[in-house]
């Protein structure tokens, strides 16, 4: 198949003003979609889509983007990490996210060894080339990267590579779904489902939302045609009143998801609480490594002690990461806070939020 014309398909104008009609027709009461992952909130401002929806239709972005979730404490101790005799590595995103006094980014300005690598096994690269030199991966990310690391770590065992370490920092996405809808301060009528997370976790994690507490989820896939046939096919849940966990993104995401990527994970780590920027800590939602990984545990092998955690001041990320307040309502959006100057974390990221909203203005029309 041409690849081309197979995008072009999900791009198509006319397919997405009849799924808007379609939309239009059915939803009259005020709704608000929640999309969980970082790239459909960018894809959401890409293509306009939020001023094209009828006005009771809100989109809010939720906690999808891995840097933004990651806790000041959390970054706090990766720069700890970088002021010890370490060869730190990470992916690009995390070098200017603000830690409670500094950045890895200013910390390497400083002289720390802190380098940036494309894959983990670029850092399990380094470890071999750097035998006297410990090596640490910061493991951040949802269920799409943390097989990667999995891998990255058992090949380091069976290679038997002793001076590589991760620092694990995952999160998974399903149970802070559930502290959010758990929430009573948060009203949320469905979810937009992330794409690439449900390509290995599948379907099954998000019936429970829709059964237990009767929030629709359908998985969305990222071009215009999709997140509007997801937007449909959860505004009909909504007014047949009939819940339920769908898959939009048929050509990517299988109902099982990817078995084999599930049990790699779990062969390297354990679930285990884990502390989300703005939510707090959620029980099951982080990733430790397991017994017989420990001695790849950085965690366990570093100094991890940081002092007094210190948000950055006036900065309302937790809440925008909660979908209580979109980032335009943040007093220091666009003023004080831009992506050359970032204040928090959601401005630093390509999957932020406010570094969403601050690119694509559609939201202008609908909040001014
Ligand atoms: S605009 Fe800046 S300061 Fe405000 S919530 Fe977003 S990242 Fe934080």
């Known amino acids: 198949m ?3 014309k197979y995008i072009d398909e999900f791009r198509d104008p006319q397919i997405a003003h009849h799924l808007l009609a379609e939309i239009k027709a059915i939803s009259h009461k005020p709704i608000r979609l ?18 094209l929806l009828p006005a009771h239709i809100q989109l809010i972005s939720g906690p999808g983007c891995p840097v933004c979730v990651t806790s000041t404490q959390e970054i706090d101790m990766m720069i700890k990490l ?116 449900s390509t290995i976790i599948g379907l099954e994690p998000y019936r429970k939302l829709a059964e237990v507490y009767k929030v629709p989820c359908v998985i969305t896939g990222f071009e215009p045609v999709d997140i509007l046939q997801g937007i449909l096919m959860l505004v009909k849940q909504l007014k047949n009143e009939e819940p339920k ?30 502390t989300w920027r703005g939510i707090g800590a959620i029980p099951e939602s982080g990733l ?9 545990d950085a965690r366990l092998h570093f100094d991890m002690e940081v002092g007094k955690v210190k948000e950055p001041p006036g900065c309302r990320c937790g809440d925008v990461l909660k979908g209580l307040i979109i980032p335009p309502e943040c007093p220091l959006f666009g003023k004080v ?25 559609d939201w202008e029309e609908k909040h001014g």
């Open 82 to 197: 970088a002021s010890q005799d370490v060869i730190v590595t990470t992916f690009g995103d995390l070098m200017r996210v603000p830690g409670s006094y500094t950045s890895l980014q200013q910390e390497r300005a400083k002289g720390a060894d802190v380098r940036i690598v494309y894959s983990p096994f670029d850092a399990l690269n380094i470890a071999s080339k750097n035998p006297t030199r410990p090596v640490v991966f910061l493991g951040v990310g949802f269920e799409t990267t943390a097989p990667g690391i999995a891998a990255t770590i058992a090949e380091a065992k069976r290679q038997d590579i002793k001076n590589f370490f991760v620092f694990s920092a995952h999160k998974l996405i399903p149970p802070a779904m559930e502290a959010l809808v758990s929430s009573p301060d948060l009203k949320i009528d469905g979810f937009i489902c992330p794409g690439h997370v």
């Open 245 to 274: 966990a769908e898959i939009q993104y048929t050509r990517v995401v299988k109902p099982e998801g990817n078995p084999k990527a599930m049990e790699l994970m779990f062969s390297v780590f354990s679930p285990c609480e884990a």
């Open 288 to 296: 430790t490594l397991k017994d017989d990984y420990a001695a790849y």
């Open 34 to 51: 929640m999309e969980v992952c970082g790239t459909h909130t960018m894809a959401i401002g890409r293509y306009g889509l939020r001023s």
């Open 337 to 361: 806070c831009l992506p050359t100057h970032p204040v928090g974390p959601c401005m630093v990221s390509s999957e932020g939020s406010c570094a969403a909203y601050y690119k694509y203005r």
């Open 2 to 4: 041409n690849r081309l």
